[in-house]
């Protein structure tokens, strides 16, 4: 499976935990490991989108993509 395939399946599995909070997570780009997301709905504003990117989307997306080095918001 292409890596950029692998990402949105995994950014899948995530969303069901940021819409139940009014929010929801789109792949930009993944680009030379980097994956480029953006924040929608109430994480677009939410004080702790920081810590919702790199605790848990980060850390899940390298779980399940080992060629993920890191993940940042557009």
Known sequence: ???N?????ALNNI???LQ?????VEL???EDG???VKLLGACGGCP???MTLKLFIEERLKEEV???TEVVSV
């Open 1 to 3: 499976m292409e890596t």
């Open 5 to 9: 395939n692998k990402v949105e399946a």
């Open 15 to 17: 969303r069901p935990a």
């Open 20 to 24: 139940m909070d009014g929010g929801d």
């Open 28 to 30: 930009v780009k993944f």
């Open 34 to 36: 980097v994956v480029y």
């Open 48 to 50: 702790m989108s920081t």
């Open 66 to 68: 080992p060629e993920v």
